[in-house]
């Protein structure tokens, strides 16, 4: 599916979080990190959206994705976490704590 930047600042406008996920058909990391950022995303309540690079291409700039596997949260529009294939999902889990504590 084409995404452009203009569907990706539609996407995190709308939701105060939001999750994106960039990945590609031929990286055996992103099929493995896939189900679990997708489960993540459920537990949490965050709307996700990914985004296949290969058929992409033309976000890589605009996005600053340089390689796959890359995860990205929004938090009222803004980027505010944007990690590789080795982040940890506990540091997601720190950062959406400490936006509940802001939030509120």
């Known amino acids: ?34 189900p679990e950022i997708a489960a993540f995303a459920k537990r949490h309540k965050i709307p996700l959206l990914e985004v296949d690079m290969p058929s992409n291409t033309e976000l890589a700039a605009s996005e600053m994705v340089l390689s796959v ?14 990690e590789g294939a080795y982040f940890r ?7 959406l704590e400490k936006i509940k504590n802001f939030s509120s």
């Open 1 to 34: 599916m084409k995404i452009t930047p203009e569907d990706i600042r539609h996407f995190t406008s709308e939701h105060a979080l939001a999750l994106i996920y960039f990945k590609g058909a031929q990286c055996s990391v992103c099929r493995q990190l896939g």
């Open 69 to 82: 596997p890359v995860i990205k949260l929004y938090f009222d529009g803004r980027e505010v976490f944007k």
């Open 89 to 95: 999902f506990s540091q997601l889990e720190q950062l």
